[in-house]
């Protein structure tokens, strides 16, 4: 489609909703005892109630319910007192059952939202719902062969579905709601809230009501979205798309869509079902289930900082831009290396500007690669008063951090064998400086008769001469002085 967004937004304004499946990092299924866990050879990881089988009766994952509940707190959601599990039926080859368990018209939390920034500015994005339910299997098609199997790993793997309010009205938006949400997950450790390995899936509702228009218009599904950048090019696809349908004196007709992202377009799936295809049936073998007060209120004690609360402390106690907190609690990892370095050293923008410049440049992946990161926080304290103490320049602290990643070795221990402290000595910085004046004359003069740029120029000649090593602010100031003289 060439059409840009800015068109379609002229005239229509877009009315989106997601619907994210989270798979729980619980170390067995929701309703099986069969192990949980991700990459193992098709159809090892199952039960006999995961395949179906007779008489296998459900039983109700502890541990899942505790990371549901947690996670619903933690989205200000309205923790129910009691919810009913249901039979969700439809016929697919992954679902020997051939109905999914699930909780229907009875969920475990109601209501609740998603609060991040964007472009400075702080959004909420409500929700509708959270409910729990149990995922299928997966086929798999080899079209080379023609054949297609199935896989029932990933059958009765705990899933929480959280539903968001239709109040999404931009790509952008869309996007920034779903990384909220999922680093929400990954600071209660509940969700691994990897897309493209499938364990934090996200399908799109998407519409256009014209300018001042109350009613919603047709939404359609939009399926398959396996990464953020899918989804920021999925629903602009789709929003153009229906565009083009309504202009051209169409109907938009509701239905799911699934994305094709070696296109870039989405191709039609099938007609959008409404609950009363799925039969719904309350589930028989499984008691409601009941959530106390005492309960409710002990999860809640346990909850860990929220990153949104992080971020706004940041802005607060260390005196960051929204867009420095943002980067900061990127993870939790991040944020309590970050929280470390400058609590220890007092300097806010000094650690913050350091990480940020030179650790961030060496990390490919925030939440894993701290675990194992060297330097680690207290090494990087030890860099940073080096800096504090004038021992080192900025420039010399940025050497030695280099040393440091490929010797392990403490920042002291570097700075000792390598002779890289920082010159202060008033008598070294002065002969620094008695060469250069005597070296340029023509500059000197040139200077003298106001060119007061050339300041920089004997400056420069004057680090060079120093290697690099001087005190930049006792430097200048001698510098100052002697050129006045």
């Known amino acids: 489609m060439s059409m840009s967004l800015e068109t379609v937004l002229k005239t229509y304004e877009p009315v989106m909703g997601l619907e994210v499946h989270a798979q729980l990092k619980t170390k067995t299924k929701i309703m099986s005892g069969a192990t949980n866990i991700f990459g193992e050879a098709p159809n090892t990881a199952v039960s006999t109630i995961d395949t179906g089988m007779p008489g296998a009766l459900p039983v109700l994952n502890r541990e899942a319910v505790t990371m549901a509940v947690k996670t619903a707190l933690a989205l200000e959601c309205e923790i129910q007192p009691v919810s009913v599990f249901s039979r969700k039926h439809y016929f697919y080859p992954d679902l020997p059952k051939g109905y999914q368990i699930s909780q229907y018209d009875r969920p475990y939390a109601l209501n609740g939202g998603v609060t991040f920034y964007l472009n400075g500015e702080k959004r909420r994005i409500g929700l509708i719902r959270i409910h729990m339910e149990e995922d299928a299997g997966k086929n798999l098609h080899f079209d080379d062969r023609g054949i297609s199997l199935v896989d029932l790993n990933r059958s009765s793997v705990p899933l929480i579905e959280i539903v968001s309010q239709p109040d ?24 691994e809230g990897n897309l493209e390995e499938g364990n934090f899936r996200c399908d799109a509702n998407v519409s256009l009501r014209r300018h001042g228009a109350s009613k919603f218009g047709t939404r359609v599904e939009l399926k398959n979205i396996n990464s953020f950048r899918n989804l920021e090019r999925a629903v602009t696809f789709e929003m153009i798309r229906q565009y083009q349908v309504l202009e051209s004196g169409g109907s938009v007709v509701q239905e799911t869509r699934l994305w094709d992202a070696s296109q870039n ?42 990153p949104i609360e992080k971020m706004e402390r940041f802005i607060k106690d260390y005196h960051r831009t929204p867009y420095d907190a943002e980067v900061l609690t990127a993870s939790k990892a991040l944020a309590d290396y970050y929280e470390d370095v400058a609590k220890a050293t007092g300097d806010d923008q000094l650690s913050s500007t350091f990480i940020q410049t030179n650790v961030l440049a060496k ?16 090494a990087l304290i030890d860099l940073l008063k080096l800096i504090q103490g004038g021992t080192l320049s900025l420039n010399l602290a940025k050497e030695v951090f280099e040393h440091m990643l490929e010797s392990k070795q403490s920042a002291e221990k570097i700075v000792s064998e390598k002779g890289l402290s920082q010159v202060s000595d008033d008598k070294a910085l002065l002969a620094a400086i008695e060469e250069v004046i005597q070296g340029n ?45």
């Open 441 to 485: 004359p023509r500059q000197l003069a040139e200077l003298k008769s106001g060119k007061d740029k050339l300041f920089g120029f004997f400056m420069g000649q004057c680090q060079k001469a120093l290697k690099g090593k001087g005190h930049p602010a006792r430097l200048k100031e001698l510098l100052e002085q002697k050129l006045k003289s």
């Open 265 to 306: 377009q989405s191709h039609s799936m099938r007609s959008k079902e409404e609950a009363a295809d799925y039969r719904y049936m309350p589930e028989p073998d499984l008691l409601p289930l009941q959530l106390s007060n005492q309960t409710v209120s002990k999860m809640k004690a346990d909850l860990p900082e929220r």
């Open 168 to 191: 999404l009205r931009s790509p952008d938006e869309a996007v920034a709601y779903l990384k909220a949400l999922r680093l929400v997950l990954r600071y209660l450790d509940v969700c």
């Open 363 to 378: 990390i490919a992946n925030v939440e894993t690669d701290f675990a194992t990161f060297y330097p680690d926080s207290k």
